[in-house]
T-cell receptor, first 112, second 113 residues
Framework: GENVEQHPSTLSVQEGDSAVIKCTYSDSASNYFPWYKQELGKGPQLIIDIRSNVGEKKDQRIAVTLNKTAKHFSLHITETQPEDSAVYFCAATPNTGNQFYFGTGTSLTVIP | DAGVIQSPRHEVTEMGQEVTLRCKPISGHNSLFWYRQTMMRGLELLIYFNNNVPIDDSGMPEDRFSAKMPNASFSTLKIQPSEPRDSAVYFC???????????FGSGTRLTVV
């Protein structure tokens, strides 16, 4: 099955700086890569996703890049704010109707 | 849309008791997933259903765990008998056949004492 690795496990940045979280996957059949944000006491929430026919996608301060050849994808958050502090999960799947394979999560702390 | 609805939000029970967690997926979503989250093991897939049919239950820890989806709008996860090591946050998620990814519920925090 698919194996998704995520780094780093913890990340601290100063407010206003950028944060980058990286994930690798093993199954070349995976073609959908969502990112989830989980705040304390809440369920994970989809924040951005990318499909394998696209190399980059941006939504305001958040962007995701995908390198299919190298089988890795990354989340970029610019101009970080304290409310960005949360645990972020990457995932990969060959089919959105099937199970997602999640990374182990990155705890991001934005220091005011 | 009210999203994925889970109940109860918190459950505290004594070891050996039966626990039933409930989930109402988003209307029109074809797939439903049960996950368990702990600090040690992260998000673990327990079981998932497509069109109310269980597809993969290989993540169910042991026979004490069972899940049902009697119709498209309701699913249960049952633990009988419960043990302290079952303490975790249990999430239900649903997704359409194509399109966007999962939508998670708010979770049920289970504590077995």
């Amino acid at each position: 099955g698919e194996n998704v690795e995520q780094h780093p496990s913890t990340l601290s940045v100063q407010e206003g700086d950028s944060a980058v979280i990286k994930c690798t996957y093993s199954d070349s059949a995976s073609n959908y890569f969502p990112w989830y944000k989980q705040e304390l006491g809440k369920g994970p929430q989809l924040i951005i996703d990318i499909r394998s026919n696209v190399g980059e996608k941006k939504d305001q301060r958040i962007a995701v890049t995908l390198n299919k050849t190298a089988k890795h994808f990354s989340l970029h958050i610019t101009e970080t704010q304290p409310e960005d502090s949360a645990v972020y999960f990457c995932a990969a799947t060959p089919n959105t109707g099937n199970q997602f394979y999640f990374g182990t999560g990155t705890s991001l702390t934005v220091i005011p | 849309d009210a999203g994925v609805i889970q109940s109860p939000r918190h459950e505290v029970t004594e070891m050996g008791q039966e626990v039933t967690l409930r989930c109402k997926p988003i209307s029109g979503h074809n797939s439903l997933f049960w996950y368990r989250q702990t600090m040690m093991r992260g998000l673990e897939l327990l079981i998932y259903f497509n069109n109310n049919v269980p597809i993969d239950d290989s993540g169910m820890p042991e026979d004490r765990f069972s899940a049902k989806m009697p119709n498209a709008s309701f699913s249960t996860l049952k633990i009988q008998p419960s043990e302290p090591r079952d303490s975790a946050v249990y999430f239900c998620a649903s997704s359409p056949r194509t399109g966007k990814g999962y939508t998670f519920g708010s979770g049920t925090r289970l504590t077995v004492v």
